[in-house]
């Protein structure tokens, strides 16, 4: 239960800081400009190869899902750094690959 508390206050300082430094950049107005508004709340348009990213993310999902679990399993004897270090390796490597257009 801590360690939710400490991770739960982290997270609220990195978004106060963010606030605050946004805020600092942009002067006294408000948050959102209007035109960040326009940006984040304009409806989603799908193409029409939006079936096949998805796809693709569902499989890249898949992959990393199923070779962490095993590398973990596997290097786990070895200690936290090392499969922290694969782990960051392996799955940069497949979302890399698969987000390449072929």
């Known amino acids: 239960m ?7 206050f982290m997270l609220l300082v990195v978004i106060s800081c963010t606030k605050g430094f946004l805020r600092l950049r942009r ?5 959102l400009s209007r035109d960040d508004c326009e940006v984040f709340f ?3 348009k799908l193409t029409a190869s939006a079936p ?3 796809f693709r993310y569902a499989v890249i999902f898949t ?3 199923t070779i962490g679990a095993i590398e973990i399993v596997i290097l ?3 200690g936290a750094a090392i499969v ?3 782990l960051l390796v392996t799955c940069a490597a ?3 690959l698969g987000l390449t257009e072929a």
């Open 63 to 65: 992959l990393v899902t």
């Open 84 to 86: 922290t270090g694969a």
């Open 94 to 96: 497949i979302v890399h």
């Open 27 to 31: 002067g006294q107005g408000r948050f």
């Open 42 to 44: 304009q409806p989603i």
């Open 2 to 8: 801590g360690y939710i508390l400490a991770e739960t």
């Open 52 to 54: 096949w990213r998805f």
């Open 76 to 78: 786990s004897q070895f």
